[in-house]
């Protein structure tokens, strides 16, 4: 046990690093952009992805993932699926050309024409860099994986801010992606040692076939799960209301990915050396779980209590129209925090059967509230639709790892969540208070009121619970744990 905390200490900091670092120029490059063009302009942008994200699955095909759970792969093999993923995605990207027509009339704008058709091109520079960016996961260089993620987002930002300024609209934001796909593509490509090959070998995708099939699955279907909202609300609402909707959303994904996702992309390579030694896996979720919930639960408090703040500091007046949605899909944060680290221990225990059927069950109930919340007609409702549908989901992908995976009773994983609880209720009082006796201050007198209050709790909450020194300790080796 002692290596597999050291290992994902390391990976974990590393990851930080290039994450934290590529979320900061996000947040830049987002804020100045809010500002210069409009919540309609964005809309047309939140559309196109939704069917980019799409495509982008279909070309991924849970191939990266598989690439990094199989130890026998050679050179020539990765050439092979390598060679494959390029015309794969030329393929897809002729085709999400030709739909550019059918989406413009789905929506009944003729501006998705022309905006879908460049977006295909960020969809065949996004297929080319699966291979080459799962090789550096399984090589665990995740330092180079990270940095050259940040360097391509810097670029990315100088180019959509430039040609926003420029007046290209919303084109600004598609030639931005493509911008930063060819520019990782580059920095990531000449670290592989990959070779386009002229022919492909059957024998080479067989390799990864049996893994990547129920993981292509559940990315399928997982796709319904997670933009079907964004699909119906550009549809039966507006394009300003889907824009406003996607802010609020995207806002609220930015605390799981800058936690979650340093800790994700780590575990599965990891991991996956540990496939046949169970407890070590259930042990490491559960610290992972544990970690997440102590800063998840109390953050979910503060944001639904800032989200007011949050809004107009980031973007600006325009964009008052996503403060009540931040709000409730703030209470999700949590959830969906430990929800995002579910996947990596299915692939690592190499039960993605059990993440497919996680997958179904997700999307059945996603689908359903998605449905619910575009017939009341608000996209507040759409919220709390989601919220209700991730709480339950928590549950059964909590029961599958713990009861199918783990074998064992499933209040071994919600007693780790007893100690952050308290936290979060602690954070709560003081800020109902404030909210309740608050005065006419300004915005970022009642942000740093709330931020140093929220602050303040979280550590008296730590130390009530003595948990200020484990929680500084929770990935440092024990002596008494052996591999």
């Keep these: 046990m002692n290596n597999v905390n050291r290992e994902l200490k390391n990976g974990i900091i590393i990851s930080a690093i ?24 964005f809309g047309i942008v939140s559309v196109i992805n939704v069917f980019l994200i799409f495509f982008s699955m279909l070309i991924d095909m849970g191939i990266g993932p598989a690439i990094i759970q199989n130890k026998n792969l050679e050179n020539k093999q990765l050439n092979g699926i390598f060679s494959f993923t390029i015309i794969f995605s030329i393929i897809l990207s002729l085709l999400f050309a030709l739909m550019s027509k059918p989406i413009a009339i789905f929506y009944d704008d003729s501006k998705l024409i022309g905006a879908s058709i460049v977006m295909s091109i960020a969809l065949f520079t996004s297929g080319l860099n699966i291979v080459p960016r799962a090789i550096l996961l399984k090589q665990k260089r995740f330092l180079e994986a990270n940095m050259a993620q940040v360097i391509s987002s810097v670029i990315s930002g100088i180019v959509g801010i430039t040609l926003a300024l420029l007046n290209f609209s919303y084109y600004a934001l598609i030639f931005s992606t493509i911008a930063k796909n060819v520019s990782m593509l580059i920095i990531i490509f000449l670290k592989t040692n990959l070779k386009i090959l002229t022919k492909i070998r059957k024998e080479d995708l067989i390799a990864i076939y049996s893994f990547s099939k129920n993981q292509f699955l559940f990315n399928f279907i997982n796709y319904f799960s997670r933009n079907l909202d964004r699909l119906l609300i550009g549809k039966f609402l507006n394009l300003k209301e889907l824009s406003y909707y ?15 996702n340093v800790i994700t992309p780590v575990i599965q390579p990891i991991m996956s050396e540990y496939e046949d030694k169970k407890e070590i896996i259930k042990k490491t979720y559960l610290t992972i779980s544990r970690l997440l919930a102590f800063i998840g639960m109390p953050l979910s408090v503060f944001l639904y209590f800032s989200s007011e703040e949050i809004i ?38 190499n039960r993605t059967d059990l993440l497919l059927l996680s997958g179904i069950m ?35 992908a909590n029961y599958l790892l713990m009861v199918k995976v783990f074998q064992v009773k499933q209040y071994e994983f919600y007693k780790v969540l007893g100690h952050p609880f308290i936290i979060s209720v602690l954070v709560l009082v003081p800020l109902l208070a404030l909210d309740y006796f608050i005065g006419n201050y300004s915005i970022i007198t009642l942000m740093i009121s709330k931020a140093i209050l929220s602050l303040s709790m979280f550590l008296l909450g730590l130390k009530i619970t003595g948990n200020i020194e484990i929680l500084g300790k929770i990935f440092k080796s024990r002596k008494k744990d052996k591999v």
């Design 362 to 396: 997700s999307t059945i109930l996603n689908i359903i509230g998605i449905v619910i919340g575009i017939w009341l007609g608000e996209i507040h409702y759409v919220a709390l639709a989601i919220l209700i549908s991730f709480s339950i989901n928590f549950i059964q």
């Design 312 to 349: 107009y500091i980031l973007f600006g007046q325009q964009w008052t129209g996503s403060i009540l949605t931040l709000q409730i899909l703030s209470l999700s944060i949590w959830i969906q925090m430990i929800l995002s680290s579910t996947g990596s221990i299915f692939q690592s225990t």
């Design 246 to 260: 996607e802010r609020a959303y995207q806002l609220s994904l930015y605390p799981n990915q800058i936690l979650t």
């Design 18 to 41: 290039g994450k934290y670092s590529y979320y900061l120029v996000q947040f830049v490059v987002l804020g100045v952009l809010a500002r210069i063009l409009t919540p309609s302009e």
